[in-house]
C-alpha cells in the first residue's frame, strides 16, 4: 500500500505534470466503488483547470479551479501510470485525459480503488501534523495494541502497516504494547520516530526514484522486511499478526502491559 512517502513523491511528481492543464476526459471503467453516478464526476471535473494536488492522510486530492475536488485512495495495489493517446494499461479503474494529450491511468486488479467527489474533511491529525500532546491524550483512551492505534487511521491519519512497524521498531516499543500503558516520555519518542522514519524513507524514495508515481520495493526498512530473518544490525526479525496485519518486530522492543 502507498504510505506517506510514497504519497507525497506521488503528488510532488503529479504536480509537475499536470497543474495548469485542462481536464478533457474523466472515464470510469470500473464503478463498483463509487458512492455517485459517473456522470456527476463528469459534470464537476470535465472541462475544468487542475489547480494543486495535495495529500490527506492516504488519500490524493486533486483540486480544480472550480472548487471541486477529486479523492483518490489507491488502497493496497492500486497504480498510476502515464500514457499518451491509448490507454492499454491492464486493469485500469479510472482515465484521467487532459487536453495537451497527458493521460493518467488508475489501475487496480483487486479493483478496490476509491475515487470520491468533494471528500469530507476529517478532524484526525495527519501523522506529519500531530499537535503537541495530543498523542498522550488519544492513547489514553484505549487499550488496543499500539500497532492497531496506529494504523487504523481513528487516532492519527496516514501510517499503514510497513511504516508503523518500522516507527515502533525505531521507538524500540513493541507492537504489542497496550496503548494506555505506554508512558508519556515513550509517546513523546513515538511521535519523534513517526517524523524521522517517514521523513527518511521519503528522502531515500525520492533519491533513488525521483520521478516515480508507482510504489517501489522497500528494501531499505529496518524490520518490515518479509524476506529477510534479520536486520541491517543483525537482530531476529520476529513475525506475528495484531488484528489480521502481519506484524514485524524485534526483542529489543519493550513491551507495556
Known amino acids: ?15 509537475k505534470r499536470l497543474t495548469g492543464k485542462r481536464l478533457r476526459e474523466i472515464n470510469i471503467l470500473v464503478p463498483r466503488k463509487l458512492k455517485v453516478p459517473e456522470s456527476d ?25 472550480n472548487g471541486h475536488v477529486l479523492g483518490l485512495h489507491l488502497m493496497l495495489h ?26 493518467l491511468a488508475i489501475t487496480d486488479w483487486q479493483k478496490a480503488v476509491i475515487l470520491t467527489l468533494d471528500p469530507k474533511p476529517t478532524k484526525v491529525p495527519d501523522a506529519l501534523n500531530i499537535p503537541e500532546g495530543y498523542l498522550i491524550g488519544a492513547l ?8 492497531t492505534v496506529l494504523t487504523e487511521g481513528k487516532v492519527v491519519r496516514g501510517i499503514g502497516n510497513a511504516y508503523v512497524d518500522e516507527i515502533l521498531y525505531a521507538a524500540k516499543i513493541s507492537p504489542f504494547s497496550k496503548a494506555n500503558k505506554i508512558p508519556e516520555n515513550k509517546v513523546e519518542v513515538i511521535v519523534n520516530a513517526i517524523k524521522t522514519v517517514l521523513a527518511d524513507a521519503e528522502n531515500h524514495i525520492s533519491k533513488v526514484f525521483p520521478d516515480t508515481i ?16 534479520l536486520t541491517p544490525t543483525g537482530e531476529t526479525i520476529l513475525k506475528a499478526e495484531i ?15
Open 214 to 229: 508507482t510504489e517501489k520495493e522497500r528494501d531499505f526498512l529496518q524490520v518490515h522486511l518479509p524476506r529477510h530473518p
Open 243 to 257: 488484528n489480521s496485519r502481519k506484524t514485524y518486530y524485534t526483542e529489543s522492543q519493550v513491551l507495556f502491559e
Open 1 to 15: 500500500m502507498p504510505e506517506i512517502p510514497d504519497l507525497n513523491i506521488f503528488g510532488k511528481n503529479l504536480t
Open 41 to 65: 464526476l463528469k459534470e464537476a471535473f470535465e472541462g475544468q483547470t487542475l489547480t494543486a494536488i495535495t495529500r490527506e492522510g492516504k488519500e490524493l486530492h486533486f483540486a480544480f479551479e
Open 78 to 103: 492500486g497504480t498510476m501510470y502515464w500514457y499518451n493517446g491509448k490507454n492499454e494499461n491492464k486493469f485500469t479503474i479510472a482515465e484521467l485525459l487532459f487536453a495537451d494529450g497527458t493521460g
Open 140 to 147: 489514553k483512551g484505549t487499550s488496543h495494541p499500539i500497532k
